[in-house]
Structures are given as C-alpha cells and as structure tokens.
C-alpha cells in the first residue's frame, strides 16, 4: 500500500484557504487518498471537513495513503502540494 | 375609499423617512420535535441530497459575487456542504430511519463537536458550519433562508435584532430603512443605520405579525412605522422632511457657539463602503474610525499591507483635516473569528478593547505600524486612540508604543468609569480623550447596551453619567488636552449643548446628525450651554433632565 510522509509547510497550517486548495487536489485524483497526522487516524483527503479536523499546523507531519497500488503518483503531488506554503502564493 | 393604516410605535434612532415593502432577517430554523420521515428513505436521501447541493450551488454562485476574505469563507463554506464524508453520514442516518431534516442536524452537530474540540481556529468553522447546517435545514422545511435577503428589489428591512456580522453584506441601494423588534437608543442597529443614513426604528414589537411584501412607511425621526400608509401621508411627510433640511443648511462650517467658542463637529466612520457619504458631509474630520469592520467576517487578521491600503484610502479622502483611529476593538457584541474566545462567560467585561493587546501584542503592533505608514504618505492630520482603557498606566503604554510607531499624538478612550475617576491621571499619560457614552453609560449603570427594558438606566442624560463626563472635561481643560465626546450622545442636538456646556471640545456623529447639532450651537452662547448642563446635572433622571434642558433651551 502507497504511503508518504510530508510536512505542513502553510504558515498558517492546514487550515483555510490551504486546506481548500488540498481538498480540491485530492478530489480531482483518480485514486482515493487518506491523510493522517502521525500516530493519528486517517481520514478521507477529499472532506474538508475531515481535514480541518486534524488540525495540522505548520510543520507538522502528515501521512498520506491509498489502497491502488498505482497512487504513488497522487500520493507524490499531493505530498508535493502540502510542503508549499500555500498561503504565501497569490 | 379609507385605507386602514395603523400605526407601530418604537424609538427612532436614525431620522429620514421611506417606504417600501418588508423583508425579513430569518431566524435560523428549527426541526420540530419528534419529526418522522415523511416518504421512504431513497425519497429522504434524494431530498437531502438535494439540499445539499442547492445550498453548495448558493454559497458557490455567493462566493463568485464576493471579494477578498468574504470570498474564501463562501468558498469554504460551499466545500463543507459537499463534503463526501458529511454527505455518506447524512445517507447513513437517514438509512437508519431518520427524517431528511434531523439526519441533517445529527450529522452536521457531529462534526461541529469534532471541530469544536480542535482548537479555537476550528472553534470558528464550527460557527460557518452552522450556518450551513440553517441553510440546510432551511430547505428542506420549505422555511425562508436565513441571514439578510436579497429579494431583487429595495426593500425595508424588518429583524428581531442585528449582529454587527449581519450588517457587514447590507447593501444601501437596497435597504430602504431598518426596522427591529428589540434593541435601544445604543444598539448596533442604531448606528449601523446612522452611519448608512439610512431612517431606522427599533424597539419596535409590533412589526413582529407583518409579512414580507407588506408596504410600510418607516419614520425615523419620530419612532414611528404605518402599515399600509397612505400615499399622500407619504407625500406629506417626505414634503416636510425636505424644508426641514433646507432650513438646516442656513449654516455651514466649523461648528461654533453663538459667541464664537470653538467646537469641532466630527463624524464616525465605520464600514469603508460608507467613505464616500461621510467624507462629503460638512465635518472637519473624522473623530471616531472603527478600524474593526477591517477585522471582521475574516478568518484571520488582515496584513500590515492589506490595512495600510484601507487606512491611506480614509486619510486620502480626508486631506487637510483631521482623522482619529480607533485601534481595534473587538469582543463582546463584536467577535473576531481569530481573537475572540467564544467560552469567555461575560464577553462584556472581558478581553475587549486594548486588552486585546495582552494576549495578542502582535495585533496592535500591527496595527499601529499600518496607520502610521498611511499617514506618513498623507495629507490628513492622524490621530489614535486606544478602547477600554482602565487605567493611566495603560494610556501612557499605549502612548509610548503609538508615539514609537511615529504617530505624535495618542489619546485613551473613556469608557470605563475608573478611567473618568482617573481622568487627571490619565490625561496627563497621553494626548487627548474621547468619552465613548455608550459603553461608559453601561458599565457604569452595570445595564447591558442590548437589553431594550433598562433602556431609561442606558439614557445618556442620566445625570450620573454625564457627571462622569464632566469629571473629564475638567480634568482635560485643567491638563490643556482636548476632550471629545464619540457616542451617540455627541447627534443629539440638545445633549451636544449640555455636553459642550460641561466642558466637552468636540463631537463626533453620525453624518445625519451634524446639520441640527450644528444650528442648535449657533443659537446657544457657551454660557447658555453651562446653564444648561447645570440643569442637567441637578436633575433626578434622564427624562426629568432633558425635558427641563429643553424648556430651557432654545430649540424649536
């Protein structure tokens, strides 16, 4: 199963308008991916909800994950998403 | 044929007349108890589904209309109504014999304790998600959308009450006039609708039983709505209306007394859409600018940039005149999504005002960087003022860090009665003063501004208030610091000769108010205004003391 580590690199954190910007990234995937905090549980990357919920702050590391053996790819652009500091870019 | 018109009474807290149909702030929905499923469950799904993506579609076609932070919340709030996980527990509830409506609130009460357990950031989605959850459920019961409407067409606007957060979306060119059932002389209505010159009556429990549609005529100045008014009492009052302003506009300029005694006549400035109006008005500046509508309705603060751009806009429109800055005063009835602690049991007497600035330092700084980089550049004389100063040792703190920013002159607001009982002390640890009538008026009555039945203790005529005020004045002229008075108190044409005779160097107002405050000081000598703040001061109530001021005095 496809795992990868990032870190929040948002200064504000996974929260707001960064969160957003996940979500809808995750959403547009051809595969499901969950994300967790470390030694958290794993939610639905596509639920805003469920993603604001982990309440990751910058720095933090987070988990991603997928059942499809081929979401390596999803796995490395979303990975990449999360260490921008998303809401520092216009 | 005789129309049967009748007539609602309230106070009138913002002059003007207008007439039009009503609309109503919906109250958010609530599920009836006990609701049972009304179809099958695959028809309960399909009617929450539908809700569902109704309200996302709302938010998102919202969302496009608005700009800046507002947008990104909209936009926010639009993602949560679509979100899967919310969507599949919905499906769930419902699956396990729930009507649409309470499947909706379960579920969305679920997530909100989730993120109400995240911290207070997540605390703040919580409150978005409520909204949506009334939405919603809003829907799906066939009950009007809650918040402000929008039904296309100008409209009077009829509420239980108005949140600062309600009136941040108000549109003036749709808002004919502002009519509440509850709330008093000092309510946020009040003086959102002063400073929109919008005609506004609260306190005013009859309109509870009309409908939206229903053609009302609101009179602002006498507290006064009628239900299916005439069209030639309209007339009338509209034709009356216009030669009262004309007579008003007999005298222009600085605001003086008959003898000549200087009183600057300055006007309060809120929501930056208000700018135009109220730089246009007759005024030699701005004496209060609430810098808190930049604040809020916002997930976190707005930037050094994002304020020195807003505050550059003010001073620009001000040129050669002067503009005082209220540092940011958040809590209590105005809650910051990012400051306020939504747990604090007594908002009022809590972390408010500069006490901000214990927690969050940052903030202030912030703040007093951004104002004196738009005043560098400009051509206004700027000033601020600190909120919810309690003592000398807090104005003197805040002088020296407002003077360190480069900003010369830093005043404390008087609005808690230790600063009044301290106001030598306090004077002489900063520039200025400015009375804040409102709040001072109920902390020191311990009588909260909302509550419409203690009304009579709120009254700014009550003598022991404007004791206090006169403490100040005193105690300014004594330290040669100028004292200004920026409540409602200071639009009251009869109360600006008591204030002025107590001592007081400038008012600050609404717009609407400027012109009767200006013509009742041209006809009163300082001397006269001394008399009759004595009066005032002697008298057992408000009511008592301004019925016998205006005996007294010479107001028509």
Same mark, same amino acid.
């Given at each position: ?8 690199? %948002? ?26 905090? %470390? ?16 309440? %990751? ?30 809401? %520092?870019?216009? | ?33 006990? @609701? ?103 829907? @799906? ?24 957060a309600d009136t941040v979306n108000l549109d003036p060119t749709q808002v004919l006039a502002i ?24 306190? $005013? ?63 309060? @400035? ?57 540092t940011l005063d958040a809590g209590a009835d105005k809650p910051l999504r990012f400051v306020t ?89 900063c520039d200025f003063l400015s009375l804040g009538t409102n709040d001072l008026a109920q902390y ?21 208030? @404007? ?18 008075? $920026? ?41 006269? $205004? ?27």
């Open positions: 199963m496809p795992q990868q580590h990032a870190f929040i690199g %948002a200064s504000v954190g996974l929260h707001a308008r960064p969160a957003a910007l996940f979500v809808q990234a995750a959403a547009r995937q051809p595969v499901r991916v969950r994300i967790a905090k %470390a030694g958290g549980e794993p939610v639905d990357a596509r639920s805003i909800l469920s993603v604001l919920g982990l309440d %990751a702050r910058k720095g933090d590391e987070v988990i991603l994950s997928t059942d499809a053996e081929e979401g390596g790819a999803a796995l490395a652009e979303l990975a990449a998403l999360l260490e921008r500091d998303l809401d %520092a870019e216009p | 044929m005789r129309t049967l018109s009748s007539h609602l009474t309230g106070i009138g807290v913002s002059p003007g007349i207008a007439s039009g149909p009503i609309e109503r702030l919906a109250p958010p929905p609530t599920v009836p108890e006990g @609701l049972r499923p009304s179809g099958e469950p695959d028809a309960e799904l399909r009617s929450a589904a539908d809700a569902l993506a109704a309200t996302a579609a709302d938010l998102e076609g919202r969302s496009r209309t608005a700009t800046g932070a507002a947008a990104d919340v909209l936009a926010a709030q639009a993602m949560m109504a679509r979100d899967p996980v919310l969507v599949d527990r919905i499906g769930e509830l419902i699956r396990e014999g729930r009507a649409a409506p309470v499947a909706v609130v379960t579920a969305f009460d679920e997530f909100r304790a989730q993120l109400s357990a995240a911290g207070a950031y997540m605390a703040e989605r919580a409150a978005d998600l409520d909204d949506i959850r009334n939405r919603v459920v809003a829907r @799906l019961l066939g009950l009007p959308m809650p918040g402000v409407p929008d039904p296309g067409h100008p409209f009077v606007l009829v509420a239980r009450d108005l949140a600062p009519v509440t059932e509850q709330g008093g002389p000092t309510s946020h209505t009040a003086i959102i609708s002063k400073s929109m010159g919008l005609p506004a009556v609260v306190g $005013c429990g009859g309109v509870a039983g009309l409908v939206a549609g229903q053609v009302v005529m609101v009179d602002g100045a006498e507290g006064v709505v009628v239900v299916d008014p005439d069209e030639a009492l309209v007339a009338q009052r509209l034709g009356r209306l216009a030669a009262r302003r004309s007579a008003l506009t007999g005298v222009s300029g600085p605001g003086r007394t008959s003898d000549g005694a200087a009183v600057q006549l300055l006007i309060n @400035l809120g929501r930056e859409r208000d700018l135009g109006v109220v730089a246009a008005a007759d005024s030699e500046g701005v004496g209060l600018y609430r810098t808190e509508f930049l604040f809020l309705e916002r997930p976190d603060a707005p930037s050094v940039e994002e304020q020195r751009g807003a505050y550059a806009r003010v001073f620009q429109a001000f040129t050669g005149r002067k503009v005082v800055v209220r602690q939504p747990d604090e049991p007594n908002p009022a007497l809590g972390i408010r005002g500069l006490r901000t600035s214990r927690r969050f330092p940052e903030l202030l700084d912030g703040q007093l960087r951004a104002i004196a980089r738009a005043a560098a550049g400009s051509g206004a004389d700027v000033w601020v003022m600190a909120p919810m100063v309690s003592t000398a040792a807090e104005a003197a703190g805040f002088a020296a860090a407002a003077h360190g920013h480069g900003l010369p002159v830093a005043g404390a607001m008087v609005e808690v009665p230790s600063a009044a009982l301290q106001a030598t002390a306090v004077a002489a640890a020191a009555f311990a009588a909260d501004r909302m509550a419409g039945e203690l009304a009579d203790l709120l009254d700014p005529w009550q003598p022991a208030l @404007l004791e206090l005020i006169r403490m100040t004045a005193e105690a300014g002229r004594a330290a040669g610091r100028p004292v200004g008075v $920026c409540g409602e108190a200071a639009g009251d044409p009869l109360l600006a000769l008591v204030l002025v005779g107590l001592g007081v160097t400038s008012l600050s107002m609404a717009p609407t108010g400027l012109p009767e405050v200006r013509l009742a000081l041209s006809r009163h000598s300082l001397a006269e $205004c001394r008399a009759l703040a004595a009066i005032a001061l002697r008298s057992p109530d408000g009511r008592a003391g301004r019925r016998a001021v205006r005996e007294a005095g010479r107001l028509e």
